[in-house]
């Protein structure tokens, strides 16, 4: 049995997930569903830079992906180093 963690009178509630500052973690402190939510963004942002890219302006499709892609897979990326190799290469 956990014990009752209080805050300003209210009680906290135990979770097997955590986010701080947009990086998930798990109770054991894997960082594989972090990794899967990054590939999910990166993905649907690559395919709006495709789809932009084929129906219009390739200087625009790149712009957007240096934008909202790139920085989307950099955030927090030093922090992924430590990560197995497995794991790496998922991300």
């Known amino acids: 049995?956990?014990?009752?963690?209080?805050?300003?009178?209210?009680r906290i509630s135990y979770s097997n997930k955590a986010t701080y500052l947009g990086?998930?973690?798990?109770?054991?402190l894997?960082?594989?569903?972090?990794?899967q939510r990054l590939r999910r963004k990166a993905a649907t942002l690559s395919r709006v830079c495709k789809a932009l890219n084929f129906a219009s302006n390739y200087q625009v499709a790149i712009r957007l992906y240096k934008q909202l892609v790139r920085p989307t897979l950099e955030y927090a990326a030093l922090t992924l180093r430590s990560l197995p190799v497995t794991h790496q290469r998922r991300y």
């Open 1 to 10: 049995e956990l014990p009752d963690i209080r805050w300003g009178g209210d």
């Open 23 to 28: 990086f998930g973690v798990n109770k054991t």
């Open 30 to 35: 894997t960082m594989g569903p972090h990794i």
